[in-house]
């Protein structure tokens, strides 16, 4: 198709001015809106938890000390347990009827490196952008969700609702590196029995579209260390048993077995994350000087292992890669968790069916799913508590662990009140 002259000019003259006026009205828009951000309390109290630098140990008590300060705001109650020295904090709004099981809103405190130098904005500036996003290690996983709880409870108070069930707000110090020293050992002390949880929300899955997620299990974690070990020498010597031939037998097979399971990835629905083992071999190390053929090599290998493997076969299956490799290499675990129960989503579980009958009110959707990963809940299931994870970012680039991890703040807002309308539902179930 072609126009006259004359029209192709009309037509881009209008399309120009049509241009600058969008462009005028939405860049002063898009400034109002980062002025209003800016000064919304709840975007300011999650600014500064991000602040935070909790990828350090050490910034764990400062955590603590922000949260303290959250709780005595609302005049609640809390407590610091430190079963292993770590921190895991703990606030309580006492319901009508305590006696009941207790709702336990869970998050993490800490984060995972940033690597700064990397990212747009200081990841942790809590910088809020022009486009309504805000920028920092943990905006995603999992300082917003924590946030997102206390606004929540906050509303409740200053709405005057009394719930029949007690809520905690838990905090814990060392997800992200396991909780060995956080949820593993709390667990199973007298205090968390105290806390009579019959239910417990947890982080979940950033999605991006429409649709939410409830994560009812998580995939078992298995990070190895393998120490992979052969002959030394003068780096002219080519001789055979050189430690970098094991390490190629060793990867081969491990990037097969990989393949195999990229494959039933790939075969299967996108979102049926317990269908297929994941393999990532993360860090390799090795090697003394430019002309010394090493003795070792160390691999750390991250499994996820798919819902139905049996322990048993994938021990026999790193045996075997082991006896490639010869007597003198090892094998260590970093994290070897065999069993990691489901929490039901059906009509047998009473707060389920509440969560999902409070978001279909609010019009929205949500899906249970097996998740990817591994959260704290799965120490937490272990104890027969159903634990579901979830989150309400929707229409969002998931970004945890990530470089210029943000938040859209629109999605944070409303998150909110999803939040608020749960534990009206949750906190007066029967
Ligand atoms: C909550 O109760 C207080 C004290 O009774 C009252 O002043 C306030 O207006 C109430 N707020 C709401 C939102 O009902
Ligand atoms: C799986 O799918 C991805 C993306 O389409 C493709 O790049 C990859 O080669 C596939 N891998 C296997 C093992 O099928
Ligand atoms: C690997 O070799 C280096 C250099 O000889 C040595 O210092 C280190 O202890 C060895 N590591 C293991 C795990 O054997
Ligand atoms: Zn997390």
């Known amino acids: 198709m072609s126009l006259p002259n004359k029209m192709i000019y009309v037509t881009f003259f209008v399309l120009l001015i049509t241009n600058i006026i969008l462009c005028e009205s939405s860049s002063s828009e898009y400034q109002t809106n980062q002025k209003q951000y800016e000064q919304n309390p709840a975007i300011k109290r999650l600014q500064e938890y991000i602040q935070i630098d909790t990828s350090i140990e050490e910034n764990a008590e400062l955590a603590v000390e922000f949260w303290k300060r959250q709780a005595e705001e609302l005049g609640l109650p809390y407590a610091v347990y430190r079963p292993l020295g770590l921190p895991i904090f703990v606030m309580t709004l006492t319901g009508r009827q305590p006696e009941l099981p207790s709702i336990m809103l869970n998050s993490h405190a800490d984060v995972v490196p940033a690597g700064a130098d990397l990212w747009i904005y200081p990841p942790f500036s809590g910088h809020v952008d022009e486009n309504g996003n805000l920028h920092g290690r943990g905006s995603q996983d999992t300082k917003d969700v924590g946030i997102q709880y206390i606004e929540a409870v906050r509303k409740l108070i200053q709405n005057n609702v009394t719930l029949e069930r007690t809520v905690h707000i838990t905090v814990m110090p060392d997800e992200e590196t396991g909780g060995f020293r956080g949820i593993v050992p709390f667990v199973e002390t007298e205090e968390f029995k105290s806390l009579n949880i019959g239910f417990a929300l947890d982080e979940g899955f950033t999605s991006q579209d429409n649709t939410m997620y409830v994560t009812y299990q998580d995939k078992r974690p298995w990070q190895i260390k393998f120490i992979i070990r052969g002959n030394g020498g003068h780096g002219s010597i080519v001789a ?122 609010l019009g929205l959707t949500v899906v249970p799913i097996v998740c990817p990963a591994t959260s704290d809940m799965v120490v937490v299931r272990t104890k027969a508590i159903p634990a579901l994870g979830f989150t309400t970012k929707t229409n969002m680039i998931p970004k945890l662990h990530d470089i210029d991890e943000y938040i859209a703040l629109d999605q944070f807002l409303k998150g909110i009140d999803i939040y608020e309308a749960l534990l009206k539902k949750l906190g007066n179930l029967a």
Request: proline share 3%.
């Open 240 to 361: 055979s048993g050189n430690v970098i031939e094991g390490l190629q037998r060793f990867l081969n097979i491990a990037m097969e077995y990989r393949n195999e399971q990229m494959q039933i990835q790939n075969s299967t629905h996108v979102f049926d994350f317990g269908a297929y083992t994941s393999v990532n071999i993360n860090m390799i190390e090795g090697g003394v000087a430019p002309n010394v053929v090493p003795t070792n090599v160390t691999v750390i290998m991250d499994m996820r292992l798919s819902v139905d493997a049996e322990v048993n076969d994938v021990q026999d299956m790193l045996n075997s890669w082991m006896a490639e490799l010869g007597d003198e290499s090892s094998i260590e675990y970093i994290r070897r968790v065999e069993n990691s129960p489901a929490t039901a989503v059906d009509e047998t579980n009473p707060y389920w069916m509440a969560m999902r009958d409070t978001i279909k009110e």
